[in-house]
């Protein structure tokens, strides 16, 4: 690789990864009261979603690995990486093979991510808890990520049109 596209690469990698800690910082202003915990936009998806389409697979686990451990440090604990990174390596580990296996379009893809995160996140909370009771939950949080996989996986496939654009132009 020369020095001209890892030089772009690096700036495009620090850029996805400033967006994902903005969006996240963002979502973590909303207040989002469905009287279950957990619920969220999941606006830093957006990022992961792009990424899987536009600096592929490897690029899209790092940046968003960083993202999960800066906004960990930054605006949780330890116990909210954790959930965090189990949904994550669920959700990631599906839509990586979702869209190798080109089973699903864009918003497809971001909704069993969504649903993924859930039940990666509702698993891990099982084992700390030490009860099954929290399964109960699952249902609503299903839902929810579908619905927020939806609307992520809408405006990620209106942004992966826009910016392949730019970067078959850099590369």
């Not at 963002?26 to 279950?36: M, T």
């Amino acid at each position: 690789m020369n020095k001209k596209k890892s030089a772009h690469m690096a700036a495009l990698y620090g850029m996805l990864i400033a967006l994902a800690f903005v969006l996240s910082f963002v979502e973590s202003l909303i207040p989002i009261s469905l009287g279950i915990p957990g619920v969220k936009l999941g606006l830093a998806n957006l990022v992961t979603v792009v990424g899987l389409y536009t600096v592929g697979t490897t690029g899209t686990i790092v940046v968003s690995l960083l993202r999960i451990v800066l906004t960990g440090f930054t605006f949780g604990n330890l116990f909210a990486m954790l959930y965090s990174l189990a949904g994550w390596g669920l959700s990631i580990v599906i839509m990586i093979l979702c869209k190798k296996k080109k089973w699903f379009g864009t918003s497809g893809i971001s909704i069993l991510g969504g649903i993924g995160h859930n039940i990666g996140q509702i698993t891990v909370a099982a084992f700390v808890v030490k009860q099954a009771g929290v399964f109960f939950y699952l249902p609503m949080l299903l839902i929810a990520g579908t619905a927020a996989g939806l609307v992520i996986g809408i405006l990620g496939s209106m942004i992966i049109t826009r910016i392949r654009i730019v970067i078959k132009k850099l590369y």
